[in-house]
């Protein structure tokens, strides 16, 4: 991610069909693998530029939705993903009890 030519964070983003499936991911979403914004940039719109572009590209692989990890602690980033249109899909991932987060595409 970069703001005025300098570099701000980072995204990355999978797209399912390009690696063996696996069983606890859905085949027909993209996943927001991860999303660092430095803390100096925060609260600027990167982060959800970032996310818009990438649900932009999901919707060009072909795929209808979006899936994110998120932590339920302190300063977590589940404001943030609400406030963008995810919503809790209901399941806990990994084992440190993450909430799975999803969004259609073209929200």
Request: hydrophobic share 40%; no cysteine.
């Amino acid at each position: 991610l970069w703001s005025r030519g300098a570099p701000v964070g980072l995204l990355a983003m999978l797209d399912p069909r390009a690696r063996p499936p696996h069983p606890m991911e859905d085949p027909r979403a993209a996943y927001l693998w991860r999303l660092m914004v430095d803390a100096r940039h925060q609260g600027r719109g990167v982060g959800e530029t970032a996310v818009r572009g990438a649900m932009a590209i999901a919707r060009g692989w072909g795929l209808p939705r979006m899936t994110a990890h998120v932590a339920d602690e302190a300063h977590s980033a589940l404001p943030f993903y609400a406030r963008l249109g995810f919503r809790p899909t209901g399941r806990s991932v990994g084992g440190d009890g993450e909430e799975e987060l999803e969004i259609v595409a073209g929200h």
